[in-house]
T-cell receptor
């Protein structure tokens, strides 16, 4: 069974601060996705990283895929209250076919206080 | 351009009853995935379907649970003889091809078994 460990589980910081959340595994994934989920809603895809060492930026969010494709990080610069939510990472095992679905981490609950 | 539509949003069933959860994928998407989310746990893969075919049901409990995606109409997740432990949020996601590059999730159905 592949596991994705996310850390920290909970994070509460002040508006304007920077933060990094981590997603680690002992297994190699063909791709890794980050989602954000708000209470009562489904997860919304933020980014997909595919190549080892890949870095993608989405405004104040920077996503990195580890060289060995086993881990990833999400860095938020100058956090804002609107960034509050549950951040989930999910790994795909196969590069095609889609079998087995995605393996999700338990998520990081992020609260940005004004 | 509707997204993934799930209904009902909330469903209350007594122990022993049947629950039927519906999912209409995004227009043009032929791949459907069902996930279950329990409090304080991550999303757990249940089943992956394409039109009229179950591709991977490795995450489905062996008894009482079934899923279908008919040629016409929505995908249905059916839970027979529900028990309290079935109470959870059930999410459907769809993708154009195999979902290794990201899913679009619905808002979920919250099942409560009383």
């Amino acid at each position: 069974t592949q596991l994705l460990e996310q850390s920290p589980q909970f994070l509460s910081i002040q508006e304007g601060e920077n933060l990094t959340v981590y997603c680690n595994s002992s297994s190699v994934f063909s791709s890794l996705q980050w989602y954000r989920q708000e209470p009562g809603e489904g997860p919304v895809l933020l980014v997909t990283v595919v190549t080892g060492g890949e870095v993608k930026k989405l405004k104040r969010l920077t996503f990195q895929f580890g060289d060995a494709r086993k881990d990833s990080s999400l860095h938020i610069t100058a956090a804002q209250p609107g960034d509050t939510g549950l951040y989930l990472c999910a790994g795909a095992k196969s590069s095609g076919g889609g079998a087995d679905g995605l393996t999700f981490g338990k998520g990081t609950h992020l609260i940005i206080q004004p | 351009n509707a997204g993934v539509m799930q209904n009902p949003r909330h469903l209350v069933r007594r122990r022993g009853q049947e629950a039927r959860l519906r999912c209409s994928p995004m227009k043009g998407h032929s791949h459907v995935y069902w996930y279950r989310q329990l409090p304080e746990e991550g999303l757990k893969f249940m089943v992956y379907l394409q039109k009229e075919n179950i591709i991977d049901e490795s995450g489905m409990p062996k008894e009482r649970f079934s899923a279908e995606f008919p040629k016409e109409g929505p995908s249905i997740l059916r839970i027979q003889q529900v028990v309290r432990g079935d109470s959870a949020a059930y999410f459907c996601a769809s993708s154009h091809g195999a979902g290794n590059y990201g899913y679009t999730f619905g808002s979920g159905t919250r099942l409560t078994v009383v």
